[in-house]
């Protein structure tokens, strides 16, 4: 199960933490500013500092971020493009809610591109990465014999960064990021599920002996078939009540 974005933003895997909010680091000046200003806010939500479906006030974001008023609403409408945000006329702007019915359309799409991308790296894998790959594997095997679950959860987001990296493919990148952000809440009940982590591990193992072995078709069926069985963990959050 991915977890994502090593882009700009990304939240460390695990529990979304509310409580205090802590200050950013200082702003920089000039042009990177707006850049700037996307980043700290997505970075926030990510993390779950703000709650799904809580508004959003401007005046708040321009006082937490040192940021003017201008900044913080081109960085919310960058936001709503990416999924994260909702922005409505006389409303303000709030946290969008991701139904399950649309986390599980989501993972649809990323089971394909996910597929290519494992695929892409089997064909490109350098035997340095191939044995970085190993490497993952076996401290995954270490976590989940200790449950680690927030040591899995980083490794699990380590791999499918570095499946992504071997593969590069931009295009499917440029998607799955953007696709990552509107998972998070979604994921993290989905790791938590009792015997996740017994589901997710052979599943990962077969996902890089796969491109170890410089086997495309056999890397794609098994990333496949992984982000399959978390569409059928999304359906057991709503038979349990989780969604």
């Given at each position: 199960?991915?977890?994502?974005q090593?882009n700009?933003?990304?939240?460390?895997?695990g529990?979304?933490?509310r409580?205090?909010?802590?200050a950013?680091h200082?702003s920089p000046s000039g042009?990177?500013?707006?850049?700037?200003?996307?980043?700290?806010?997505?970075?926030?939500?990510?993390?779950?500092?703000?709650?799904?479906?809580e508004?959003?006030?401007?005046a708040?974001?321009?006082?937490?971020?040192s940021?003017?008023?201008?900044?913080?609403r081109?960085?919310?409408?960058d936001?709503?493009?990416?999924?994260?945000v909702e922005v409505?006329?006389?409303?303000g702007a709030?946290?969008?809610?991701v139904?399950?019915?649309?986390?599980?359309e989501?993972?649809?799409?990323r089971?394909?591109?996910?597929?290519?991308?494992a695929a892409?790296?089997?064909?490109?894998?350098?035997?340095?990465?191939?044995?970085?790959l190993d490497e993952?594997?076996v401290?995954?095997?270490?976590?989940?014999?200790?449950?680690?679950?927030?040591r899995?959860?980083?490794l699990n987001?380590?791999?499918?960064?570095?499946?992504?990296?071997?593969?590069?493919?931009?295009?499917?990148?440029n998607?799955?990021?953007?696709?990552?952000?509107?998972?998070?809440?979604h994921q993290?009940?989905?790791?938590?599920?009792?015997?996740?982590?017994?589901?997710?591990?052979?599943?990962?193992?077969?996902?890089?002996?796969?491109i170890?072995?410089?086997?495309?078709?056999?890397?794609e069926?098994?990333m496949?078939?992984?982000?399959?069985s978390v569409?059928?963990?999304?359906h057991?959050?709503?038979?349990?009540?989780?969604s």
């Open positions: 199960m991915p977890a994502q090593q700009a933003g990304a939240p460390r895997s529990a979304p933490k409580g205090g909010r802590p950013p200082p042009d990177d500013r707006s850049l700037w200003a996307t980043t700290a806010i997505r970075s926030a939500i990510l993390n779950g500092e703000y709650s799904p479906g508004r959003l006030v401007e708040s974001l321009c006082e937490r971020f940021l003017s008023r201008f900044l913080v081109a960085a919310l409408q936001l709503a493009g990416e999924g994260l409505q006329r006389n409303k709030h946290v969008r809610k139904s399950l019915a649309e986390a599980v989501i993972t649809q799409v089971m394909v591109l996910e597929g290519l991308v892409e790296a089997a064909k490109r894998v350098t035997d340095a990465q191939a044995a970085e993952i594997r401290l995954m095997r270490h976590a989940v014999e200790a449950s680690e679950f927030r899995y959860s980083d987001q380590r791999l499918h960064n570095l499946v992504r990296a071997i593969g590069s493919h931009q295009t499917a990148e998607i799955l990021a953007r696709l990552h952000g509107q998972l998070v809440r993290f009940a989905v790791s938590m599920l009792p015997g996740r982590l017994a589901v997710s591990l052979p599943q990962h193992e077969r996902i890089i002996e796969a170890r072995a410089r086997d495309p078709d056999g890397a069926a098994a496949r078939a992984h982000i399959a569409i059928d963990a999304l057991s959050l709503a038979e349990i009540g989780l």
